[in-house]
């Protein structure tokens, strides 16, 4: 059966003979979070490809102290931590440095059984190549210094202290630290009590997604009784979140176009 989302509506072209819904965008559907989620990914991919000749991209994950997670203060700390963090970084590497940061609930985590939920960071950060990473070891004792770390990683377990190699890791990447922004099917995500979940730097580059709008109206009509509807109008269906549009990116490369 066709369908569309929680709080959508159908709209129709008679011109063009075609139904469509389009999606409402709400974190809570678990089809728009879903989509949602693909295009923070390609715009992670998108920004990383525009640079690979230029940038690493390096991984990062931040715990933080014990303090803050049996305080239950973790939030709070976490986001004053990466405000110094990140003002750090971007004096150590002022040429074209540029970020994204999301931010993760933790729940039953192994060495805080009787804590309760916690947040940590995931951070992406591109550094041009003249410039000295900072790795595991140096991540860790500036985060403990401004407060913030308990457990730091550079890289991924497999391949600690190493940048991303390639589009597919750095894809891989970028859905795993979106992978708590999707909400199951009844409307449930754990980053929702999370304040701005994720965050980019302002120079990150940005995906625009452009629709068609003239000549769509709306359709008052049940789920149930779409295909019905169609049949009767002589109208094609577009498969949800499917109407003609165009995804383009703006980012800066290695030219500064």
């Known amino acids: 059966m066709w369908k569309k989302c929680e709080r959508g509506i159908w709209l129709v072209n008679w011109k063009k003979r075609q139904i469509y819904s389009p999606p409402c965008g709400l974190k809570a559907c678990p089809d728009c979070s879903k989509r949602n989620r693909k295009k923070i990914a390609l715009r992670i991919l998108?920004?990383?490809?525009s640079?690979?000749?230029?940038?690493?991209a390096w991984f990062y994950t931040i715990t933080p102290n014990s303090d803050a997670v049996r305080g239950g203060t973790s939030a709070s700390v976490m986001r004053a931590g990466w405000s110094k963090l990140r003002k750090r970084l971007s004096r150590r590497y002022p040429k074209s440095f540029r970020w994204v940061c999301v931010r993760e609930m933790t729940k039953g985590a192994k060495v805080y059984t009787d804590a309760p939920p916690f947040i940590h960071m995931h951070v992406i950060v591109f550094i041009p190549f003249d410039y000295e990473p900072i790795?595991?070891?140096r991540l860790s004792a500036i985060s403990v210094q401004l407060g913030i770390g308990w457990k730091c990683l550079v890289g991924t377990k497999e391949r600690p202290d190493m940048p991303l190699s390639g589009q597919r890791e750095a894809y891989y990447v970028a859905k795993y630290a979106t992978k708590q922004l999707v909400a199951d099917e009844d409307g449930n995500i754990s980053n929702m009590a999370i304040p701005r979940a994720i965050s980019w730097s302002q120079n990150f580059g940005q995906l625009e997604e452009k629709r068609e709008s003239e000549g769509w109206a709306v359709l008052h009509a049940d789920d149930s009784s779409i295909e019905r509807v169609a049949e009767y109008h002589d109208c094609s269906i577009k498969n949800l979140h499917l109407i003609k549009g165009v995804i383009s990116y703006r980012g800066e490369g290695e030219d500064g176009s």
């Open 135 to 137: 790795l595991t070891e």
């Open 51 to 56: 640079l690979e000749k230029t940038h690493d």
């Open 46 to 49: 998108r920004q990383w490809s």
